[in-house]
């Protein structure tokens, strides 16, 4: 069965009524009734789908399908269903809805293969003990026990106190870490929390890196003086330099980089009195940006900045001091670009740090964005369509049911046969013969040992290889019964699309080449587009016969190698 809308709705409209401030907004603290209530929902529906349960010792709860070996390596994907107090609906839900519907899907579809295992993150908003991404932190090691125990929610609990109820357990959080060899990599989908894509109409983004995040505390020193009295050539005002200062950062960042933002969120004045000209100011700087270098740029341009003000000014140079430093998290380049490819999407960034961020540094990572409306988040109005949450989730899924490679060296010859058939058109038996070939040490190895069948082939065998593709724009395309995997490669190279005098410029070059060469011309239509391949007919109608075989036989093996890669996840 498809991925289902009207499921995801349900999910999130369900997770959307356990909130402890009922019409106005989600508020759902970790460990809380609401949050132990939503928890329970997602727990229910995934044991539905056919999964073992299980919380982590850090408090993330994890579900898999029970008929998945217990050493399969396998996919990570969820996110969290905590919430900032009056925050939205799809803030972190939507991710761990997908992961649910990607379960539920496979499981009708009867499906024994699913590498999939479901996350919910604990405490990752931050504001119920002080800290974000407790669970993802203590899962990875990155927090220990005693810090556990430090973290206090407002009723005075420990993190491990709190979260006994819900199997956070101290006494086995080193057994019960993360092992990286595990899995696969993490997919967490989320929403965008800008207001980018919205505006660009964008309905999916890959996200390439989390930014980092410098934290700074400025401390401005001038004179106090009568307001009155005091004439402005004579002033040392501390806060008409701490307002010069944040103008010019402002104008400073947007020359650094179009990735990188700055912010002044808070300012202290003293004495803060109506006729009194500031003696001290202090404000806070959150500069992030998607790259460490960007960031030790900024920071060097954020000190020259607020030193330059001071001089000119005749000020004792700025107190600053960093309050924090969170490097940059580059999402795995593969699984970008994989995804990138798989829905022609675009690239963004994301400003905002999540569990991904935490993982990101032990296994593969990446996160997919959905938009927010208007780039509303945190806050009730909070929206994001089911229908691009939807989406994510079926794209999702192409990605997680490819098998593995170590998953396809187990298989047997006609699972074997029935996976890796398609790569070369209508020929099953080149699957065939290489399945004696295994274990593939690489997708490269694969490629070659199917290649090697070809090349040991007859030289009947090879044409009929040859024979069993398609003419481009031919009859079959025409009638819709190409392979889908020829449907979309001719799709790529523009052929779906042809002007009338494009299509008759095909049709006679595919003529006179089935008359010259008795079998079909063959191009690798990923590589090039129509114009190109338009271009390629009379050259390669000059060649000989053999010289054409062996051309045709040259272009089906790219075409092999991009199926092969495009089905088979390199593990």
């Known amino acids: 069965m498809a991925i289902s809308v009207e499921r995801i709705q349900a999910d999130i409209e369900a997770v959307a009524r356990y909130t402890e401030t009922p019409g106005n907004g989600a508020t759902r603290p970790t460990f809380s009734a609401a949050w132990g209530a939503a928890r329970a929902y997602v727990i229910a529906q995934a044991e539905g789908a056919g ?66 295992e479901l996350i919910v993150f604990a405490e990752e908003e931050g504001p119920t003990f002080g800290l974000g991404m407790i669970g993802s932190r203590a899962w990875t090691g990155e927090l220990a026990f005693e810090q556990l125990r430090s973290l206090k929610n407002a009723a005075g609990e420990s993190y491990v106190d ?55 505390r400025v401390t401005v020193t001038g004179q106090a003086n009568h307001a009155g009295a005091t004439s ?27 990735d990188a933002v700055l912010t002044v969120g808070r300012l202290t004045v003293h004495p803060n009195a109506v006729n009194v000209i500031a003696d001290r100011v202090e404000f806070t700087i959150d500069l992030r940006a998607p790259e460490d270098d960007l960031l030790r740029r900024g920071d060097a341009m954020v000190r020259a900045v607020l030193n330059v003000v001071t001089e000119i000014r005749g000020l004792a140079a700025p107190q600053v001091e960093q309050t924090e430093s969170v490097p940059a998290r580059p999402m795995d380049a593969r699984l970008v670009e994989t995804f990138r490819a798989l829905g022609d999407l675009p690239v963004n960034v994301s400003g905002a740090l999540h569990d991904s961020a935490i993982l990101a540094p032990h296994v593969p990572t990446v996160m997919l964005f959905v938009p927010s409306r208007d780039g509303i988040s945190h806050n009730p109005a909070e929206f994001s369509r089911v229908e691009d949450i939807a989406a994510a989730a079926a794209l999702v899924e192409r990605l997680v049911r490819r098998p593995t490679l170590s998953h396809l060296n187990r298989l047997h010859a006609g699972g074997f046969v029935h996976t890796c058939g398609p790569f070369y058109e209508h020929s099953p038996w080149i699957a065939e013969r290489a399945w004696a ?39 079959l395309a025409r009638e819709g019964r ?8 001719q799709a790529a190279a523009g052929l779906a699309a042809l002007r009338a005098e494009e299509a008759a410029a095909f049709e006679g070059y595919n003529a006179a080449y089935r008359e010259r060469f008795e079998f079909p011309f063959v191009i690798c239509a990923r590589e090039n587009r129509k114009e190109a391949i338009l271009a390629a007919f009379p050259r390669r109608l ?29 593990d």
């Open 51 to 116: 999964c073992r349960v299980r919380t982590d010792a850090a408090g993330n709860v994890h579900a898999r399908p029970a008929g998945l070996r217990s050493d399969e390596r396998v996919w990570l994907c969820g996110s969290h269903i905590d919430s900032v107090p009056h925050g939205g609906d799809y803030d972190g839900v939507a991710g761990v809805v997908i992961a649910l519907e990607l379960l539920r899907s496979s499981q009708e579809d009867g499906h024994d293969y699913r590498p999939v």
């Open 232 to 258: 402005m050539a004579d002033r040392r005002d501390a806060l008409a330099a701490a307002a010069e200062m944040v103008t010019a950062l402002e104008g400073a960042v947007k020359q650094l980089s179009p």
């Open 162 to 216: 709190a979260g006994a109820p819900y199997d956070v357990d101290p006494e086995h959080l080193v057994d019960d870490r993360l092992h990286p060899d595990r899995y696969l990599g993490l997919i967490e989908v989320h929403i965008e929390q800008g207001p980018g894509m919205w505006r660009r109409d964008q309905r999916l983004a890959v996200v390439r890196a989390i930014a980092g995040r410098h934290q700074y």
């Open 542 to 570: 000059r060649n000989g016969r053999d010289a054409e075989v062996a051309a045709a036989l040259a272009e089906i093996d790219k075409i092999a190698w991009l199926r092969l890669r495009d089905a088979i996840y390199e």
């Open 437 to 475: 070939g295994r274990p593939f040490a690489s997708l490269g190895d694969l490629h070659e040992k199917m290649s090697a069948v070809v090349r040991e082939a007859t030289a009947e065998e090879q044409v009929g290889l040859i024979r069993a593709h398609p003419d481009l724009v031919g009859r």
């Open 482 to 489: 190409l392979t889908p995997e020829s449907t979309a490669e």
